[in-house]
């Protein structure tokens, strides 16, 4: 772990190579598991503000889940998160040609509304989590990610690399430099 300010970042950022294979994993995260994605309390508002401008780019199932549990929901740990349609698929997911994709994210990029997607599905697989008054970056591993691993070190890319928009959107331009500075002198002390 390394202490970049309040945060602390897992050094599997750094060793690790990532970037999303869509072609392999059809999106899974977005329609696997337990519950919706993680929101925070900011996120819960914009997403019930902006719940009708989203609603035109989502499935018909979507829409009635949302209808019916609201913009979000809390999880049986008492968190906030996306509603789930049925069982496994978030609420604001649409399939693309068979890949698993964002509504929230094609609202954005269709100018409908300003926010881009939860900052837990932006910043995957980094999760956060918190640690006394620090927040802690963790990489989280899922066997349906594997094509990712590959794919990223074809490119010679670091998960934090990879993730560079959504860290800046999340921690600011001045953490993620930092978190680049990082990276250069533990590539350097590989190197000696």
């Known amino acids: 772990m390394i202490q970049i300010g309040d945060k602390i970042v897992s050094a599997e950022l750094f060793e690790n190579y990532f970037v999303c294979h869509l072609d392999k994993c059809k999106g899974l995260c977005c329609v696997y598991g337990d519950a919706g994605a993680p929101l925070s309390e900011e996120e819960t508002g914009i997403l019930e503000k902006n719940l009708d401008k989203i609603k035109p780019f989502l499935r018909n199932e979507g829409i009635a889940a949302l209808d019916e549990k609201g913009a979000w929901e809390f999880d049986t740990d008492g968190d906030r998160v996306t509603p789930l349609m049925g069982h496994d698929d978030c609420a604001y997911s649409i399939l693309d040609n068979g890949i698993a994709r964002c509504g929230i994210e094609n609202a954005y990029n269709s100018d409908a509304i300003e926010f881009r997607k939860p900052a837990s599905c ?71």
């Open 122 to 192: 932006h910043l995957y697989p980094i999760r956060l989590s918190k640690i006394g008054g620090n927040i802690a970056l963790n990489y989280h591993r899922w066997d349906v990610c594997k094509p990712a691993l590959k794919l990223g070190k074809d490119y010679n890319l670091p998960v934090f690399r990879f993730l560079k928009d959504a860290l800046t959107r999340e921690f600011g331009e001045e953490f993620y430099n930092e978190m680049e500075e990082v990276y250069r002198e533990w590539k350097k002390s590989e190197l000696e």
